[in-house]
């Protein structure tokens, strides 16, 4: 059974970095793009950010470019996002989705973890 | 960027009843690379359709995709209880950026 479990999320300050992790199992990790996908409290989906399988492409929503860094370690089996400059309307909750192929481009999503919460407030 | 429109925002709906939803890109999506997903309160979203047609694993023949181009529709044929939920349409043609709809919401009328 393919298997998501996001961790990291909390409470931050603005301005402030925060780490989350996703645990995969049930599959054959470095067979698939991975993607971070947030959702504001109350609102719709936002892809934040993908990964291809060997860590050679990235992809990252605009409103995230310069400030979020997605990486994988798949003898770890897990993917992370580094959040950094955190601001208010980031505040969310993330998910880790499973790419249905290698790469990022033409990549939806198959698997979902249960995902993090991500808190942004002083 | 491709922007994904969906219609309507919320349509209340019988048990029973036919659900067709609407999703609306702002420009061509290519190779039909059209995903739907059903979210109910407090879960994750699950896919329901992808390829704009073809229906992922365990997904009732109840639910249907079509369209191509500019225009794609999600079809529910006959309610069931457990189908009251929110759904968005996405698109995952256009690389980098995977944009997603601002979802419909089906409720029990």
């Known amino acids: 059974e393919v298997q998501l479990v996001e961790s990291g999320g909390g409470l931050v300050q603005p301005g402030r970095s925060l780490r989350l992790s996703c645990a995969a199992s049930?599959?054959?990790?470095?067979?698939?793009?991975m993607h971070w996908v947030r959702q504001a409290p109350g609102k719709g989906l936002e892809w934040v950010s993908g990964i291809s399988w060997n860590s050679g492409t990235t992809g990252y929503a605009d409103s995230v470019k310069g400030r979020f860094t997605i990486s994988r370690d798949n003898a770890k089996n897990s993917l992370y996002l580094q959040m950094s400059s955190l601001r208010p309307e980031d505040m969310a909750l993330y998910y880790c989705?499973?790419?249905?192929?290698?790469?990022?481009?033409?990549?939806?999503?198959?698997?979902w973890g249960q995902g993090t919460l991500v808190t942004v407030s002083s | 960027e491709i922007v994904l429109t969906q219609s309507p925002g919320t349509l209340s709906l019988s048990p029973g009843e036919r659900a067709t939803l609407s999703c609306r890109a702002s420009q061509s999506v290519s190779s039909s690379y059209l995903a739907w997903y059903q979210q109910k309160p407090g879960q994750a979203p699950r896919l329901l359709i992808y390829?704009?047609?073809s229906r992922a694993t365990g997904i009732p023949d109840r639910f249907s995709g079509s369209g191509s181009g500019t225009d794609f529709t999600l079809t529910i044929s006959r309610l069931e209880p457990e189908d009251f939920a929110v759904y968005y349409c996405q698109q995952y043609g256009s690389s980098p950026l995977l944009t997603f709809g601002g979802g419909t919401k089906v409720e029990i009328k």
């Open positions: 989705a499973k790419g249905n192929k290698l790469g990022i481009t033409g990549s939806y999503f198959d698997c």
């Open positions: 049930g599959f054959t990790f470095d067979d698939y793009a």
């Open positions: 390829g704009a047609s």
